[in-house]
C-alpha cells in the first residue's frame, strides 16, 4: 500500500515506504519535549526520475511545521507539490538531509490511496481506528454524516461506489482522525462545491487544534485558511514575511512563467 508507513501507531517508528540516503526521524511521545511538538526539515534536496531523467526538484529545504499554525505554500504544476507532501507524511525518504517527525501527520487530505478499494468503507475506517487508537463508532458516524454517504454505500467496497462518495470519505475521515498536523495538496478542492464550503469550515474550525500545511496553487485557499504562507519553485522553498508578499510573488513567477510557454509556443509556431 502506497501510505504504509502511516498506520504505524503512535508509540512505534514506521519503515519509510521508499528510502533515500537522508534521515527520518519519528519521535516518541517521551522525546516530545526535544521536538518542540514539530516538523523539522533540515537540508532536505530529493530527486525525482532515475538515470538521464534524475532530475532535482527540491534543493537544501529548511522548515519547521507547528501544531497551531496553518502554513501554505504555494507552488505550480511541476514544483515538487506531490514530492514535498510524501516528504512531510513520511512516505518518502529524502535523498539528503533530515526530517525530525515530533507529531502524527495526515496522510493528504482526498488522497483515496489510504483506502482499500477491496473493502467496504465500513472495514477500512474499523481498520484506520484500531492502527490509531481511536473510537470507531465515533469515526463511522462522523464520517458518513459529513460526507453525506448513503447507508447502502457504507457496507459495499470502494471500488462498487462512485469516486465522489469515495473522495468525500476519504477527506472526511483525515478531518475527524486525531492527527497533530494535516497535510493538504490540490485535492483538498476535490468533491462538489457544498462538500469543499463544507470541507473548508471544518478546516477553519480545528484551528489552534491542529496544524496545517497546505501545499497548492489554489490561492483562495491559503488566502482563506493560512496564517503563514511560502512559495515553492524552481527546487527552493522560500519563507515571506507575510501572506500578502508571498501571494504577489507567487502571482508574478507564475504570470513570467505562462508568458514564458506563451513565447516557446509563438517561436514553434513561427517555424511552419
Known amino acids: 500500500m502506497l501510505f504504509k508507513n502511516l498506520f504505524a501507531r503512535k508509540d512505534e517508528i514506521p519503515t519509510p515506504a521508499v528510502v533515500g540516503r537522508g534521515n527520518v526521524r519519528l519521535v516518541h511521545d517521551s522525546d516530545a519535549s526535544r521536538s518542540g511538538s514539530q516538523i523539522v526539515l533540515s537540508g ?25 499554525r496553518y502554513v501554505g505554500i504555494l507552488a505550480d504544476r511541476g514544483a515538487g507539490k506531490t514530492t514535498f507532501a510524501n516528504l512531510l507524511t513520511g512516505n518518502l525518504r529524502p535523498d539528503v538531509g533530515d526530517i525530525h517527525h515530533g507529531l502524527r501527520v495526515s496522510w493528504p487530505i482526498g488522497a483515496r490511496q ?22 470507531f463508532r465515533y ?24 469516486s465522489e462518495i ?30 469543499r464550503l463544507k470541507a473548508m469550515q471544518r478546516l477553519k474550525d ?26 515553492l519553485s524552481n527546487g527552493t522553498l522560500v519563507d515571506y514575511k507575510n501572506r500578502g508578499d508571498a501571494i504577489r510573488a507567487f ?22
Do not use: H, W
Request: glycine content about 4%.
Open 166 to 195: 469515495g473522495n468525500r470519505a476519504a477527506t472526511a475521515l483525515v478531518l475527524f482522525m486525531p492527527f497533530d498536523i494535516l497535510v493538504a495538496d490540490d485535492t483538498i478542492m476535490l468533491g462538489n462545491a457544498s462538500f
Open 206 to 231: 480545528l484551528r489552534g487544534s491542529r496544524g496545517l500545511v497546505a501545499i497548492t496553487r489554489n490561492v483562495s485557499v491559503v488566502r482563506e485558511l493560512c496564517d503563514d504562507c511560502m512559495v
Open 251 to 272: 502571482k508574478v513567477k507564475a504570470t513570467a512563467d505562462d508568458d514564458e510557454d506563451d513565447d516557446r509556443s509563438n517561436e514553434t509556431n513561427s517555424d511552419y
Open 139 to 162: 469515526l463511522l458516524e462522523e464520517t458518513r454524516d459529513f460526507a453525506s454517504i448513503p447507508a447502502t454505500m457504507i457496507d459495499r467496497s470502494l471500488s462498487e461506489i462512485s
Open 44 to 68: 532536505v534536496s530529493q530527486y525525482v526520475g532515475m538515470g538521464a531523467r534524475k532530475t532535482l526538484v527540491l534543493k537544501d529545504i529548511n522548515a519547521t511545521f507547528e501544531k497551531g
Open 114 to 135: 489510504i483506502l482499500s478499494n477491496a473493502a467496504s468503507l465500513r472495514a477500512n475506517i474499523r481498520f484506520l481506528s484500531q492502527v490509531y487508537q481511536c473510537d
